[in-house]
C-alpha cells in the first residue's frame, strides 16, 4: 500500500511541476546539435530528487547524509536547466556533493587521501558522462531501469542496501518513463533529471562495491560508459572543444543520421546493459576477466560502428554550414 501511495503522489508532484515548468517557460528548444525538433518542457527528472525525499519521508533518513548531497547536486542542475552556470560551480557542488556520499559510506580516510581524491575525480566523471548520455527519448530513463534491475537482484543476496530504497526508485523511473519514454515526450530529464538519477544509482552501485569488495560491478554502467569514454576520446583525435554540445555518441547517429526511433535505440541500449550484467552474475568465470571481454567487446563494435557510419555525420554538418 505504502508504495501506491508513492507512486500516486510522484504522478501528481510530476504533473504539477509540469504547470510550473509551463507557466515559468522552463523549455528546451531544439538547435543543430538537438536529437529532437520540437519544443519540450524540460526537468521532468526533477521526480528522481522527490522519489529521494518521499523515500525518507516514509522510511527514514537512514540515508541523511546522501541525501544532502543529492539535494544540492539536484538544486544546481536544476538552476542550470534554467539559467546557464560556470563549469567551476557545478563542479565543485559537484565535488561536495560527492564527498557528503562518501562520508555516507563512511569511507574518509586521511590515511587513504590519495584514493578518496581519485574515487572523487572518478564519480564525478561518472555522473557528469550519464549526463552527456542524456539526448534522445527514453534513454535516460529505460537505461537506469536496465542498471537497477541487477542491483536489486543482488540485493536479495548481500543486502547492501534498503530494498524500498531501490523499490522507490524504480516507482520514479517509471513515472518519468510514461512522460518520456515514447515517440513524442511530453518532458525531457535536463541536467536534473540525468545528474539526479546518477548520483542515486551511484550510491547503490557503491554500497555494493564496498559490501562485496568487487569493483567490477562498475560493468552495471558498462554499455554507458563505453560511449562516452570513446566519443570523448573521438572528439579530442578531432581537437574539439569538450564542453560543446555534439551529437556524436554511438546512440545520436543510431538515432539521428541512420534514423532508427529513438525508443528502439533507447531499448537496444537497455537490452546490452542487462545482458552483459545478467552475463556477469550468472557466467561461472572470474568477474573481472568477464569486465576485460566486455570492454574489448564493446570497444571493437563502437570502432567497428564509428568506421562504418560517421561519414553519414560529417555529411550532416557540412549540409547545415551550406544552409547556413
Same mark, same amino acid.
Given at each position: ?6 507512486? #500516486?503522489? #510522484?504522478? /501528481? ?36 530528487? #522527490? ?47 560527492? /564527498? ?34 542524456? *539526448? ?51 518532458? /525531457? ?16 552501485? *557503491? ?13 552495471? #554502467? ?103
Amino acid at each position: 500500500m505504502t508504495y501506491i501511495i508513492i507512486f #500516486l503522489l #510522484l504522478v /501528481f508532484l510530476e504533473l504539477t511541476y509540469f504547470r510550473v515548468a509551463d507557466k515559468f517557460n522552463i523549455i528546451d528548444k531544439p538547435n543543430l546539435r538537438s536529437s529532437h525538433t520540437t519544443i519540450t518542457l524540460r526537468g521532468g527528472g526533477i521526480v528522481f530528487l #522527490l522519489g529521494a525525499w518521499l523515500y525518507a519521508a516514509f522510511y527514514g533518513l537512514e540515508y541523511g547524509w546522501f541525501l544532502l548531497g543529492l539535494t544540492l547536486i539536484s538544486v544546481i542542475s536544476f538552476i542550470d536547466d534554467i539559467h546557464s552556470l560556470p563549469d567551476s560551480i557545478r563542479l565543485v557542488v559537484q565535488f561536495i556533493a560527492m /564527498f557528503l556520499m562518501f562520508y555516507q559510506f563512511g569511507i574518509l580516510n586521511l590515511n587513504d587521501w590519495w584514493m578518496v581524491l581519485t574515487a572523487l575525480v572518478v564519480c564525478v566523471g561518472i555522473i557528469n558522462a550519464y549526463n552527456f548520455m542524456d *539526448g534522445i527519448n527514453g534513454i535516460t530513463g529505460g537505461y537506469s531501469l536496465a542498471v537497477i534491475a541487477p542491483l536489486i537482484f543482488l540485493n536479495y543476496k548481500y543486502n547492501f542496501i534498503e530494498m524500498p530504497y531501490l523499490y522507490v526508485t524504480v516507482l520514479s523511473l517509471l513515472v518519468f518513463c510514461f512522460f518520456n519514454f515514447r515517440k513524442k515526450a511530453k518532458c /525531457f530529464a535536463g541536467d536534473v533529471g540525468s545528474i539526479t538519477i546518477a548520483f542515486i544509482l551511484l550510491f547503490a552501485l *557503491g554500497k555494493l562495491i564496498l559490501q562485496t569488495r568487487d569493483f567490477s560491478y562498475i560493468i552495471f #554502467l558498462a554499455v554507458y560508459g563505453a560511449d562516452s569514454i570513446l566519443t570523448i576520446c573521438h572528439r579530442i583525435k578531432l581537437h574539439e572543444n569538450l564542453g560543446e554540445a555534439h551529437r556524436k555518441h554511438a546512440y545520436q547517429l543510431l538515432a539521428n543520421e541512420l534514423k532508427i526511433p529513438h525508443v528502439k535505440v533507447s531499448m537496444l541500449y537497455m537490452a546490452l546493459q542487462l545482458i552483459v550484467s545478467f552475463g556477469m552474475i550468472f557466467c561461472p568465470i572470474n568477474h573481472y576477466v568477464y569486465l576485460g571481454l566486455t570492454i574489448i567487446i564493446l570497444l571493437v563494435a563502437y570502432l567497428i560502428f564509428m568506421k562504418k557510419n560517421y561519414h553519414l555525420h560529417e555529411a550532416y554538418l557540412k549540409s547545415k554550414q551550406t544552409q547556413s
